[in-house]
């Protein structure tokens, strides 16, 4: 992938947004209501600009479903999995979509090998740091580094959605600012 492809701005046509794991089995993780919290805006968000949302759940047998305060719309059917990258899981599928944005536990670990797995694929990927999170933060600061030294780009909910948006002054605007608030 082309380094402008990887920094270019993301826009609502070809971005989907990927929740990855945010399932109760980590709710006793220090950094899981943040990043619960964060991913729930960017589902609101993405809901407001039409951005498709793909939601996946590791093992929801063990680990169970993804958290309420995410907000997962009512249509939206996580993606079952007990591989580790999400790319790899029966059913997912970013339905001719370019750009992802990534969100979810672990940063390590699933958000990690997701992310790898999209940029091998030429799609662009925005983690978004304030939205993910691992057991450990030292885990979560590797992953971080590992993901941009391989070509993801690092974002925040605020500066993602914004992105999305392209301009103030729209309606959509006015309701991305209320979620971001």
Known sequence: ???????????RDGAALVVVDVQEGFRGYSTFGDVAAACGRLVEGARILGV???ATEQYPKGLKHTAPEVGL???AEAVEKSVFSAVR???????????VLICGIETHVCV???ALDLLDRGVA???VTDAVGSRHA??????LRRLERAG???TTVEAALLELCERAGTPEFKAVQKVIL
């Open 73 to 75: 719309p009512d249509d």
């Open 125 to 127: 990927v925005q983690v």
């Open 52 to 54: 498709p949302i793909i």
């Open 89 to 99: 899981a029966d059913g997912f599928n970013l339905a001719g979509r370019n750009q």
């Open 138 to 143: 030292h885990d979560r600061e590797v992953g």
């Open 1 to 11: 992938m082309s380094e402008a492809s990887r920094t270019r701005l993301f826009d």
């Open 152 to 154: 993801a780009v690092l």
């Open 112 to 114: 990690a090998q997701t």
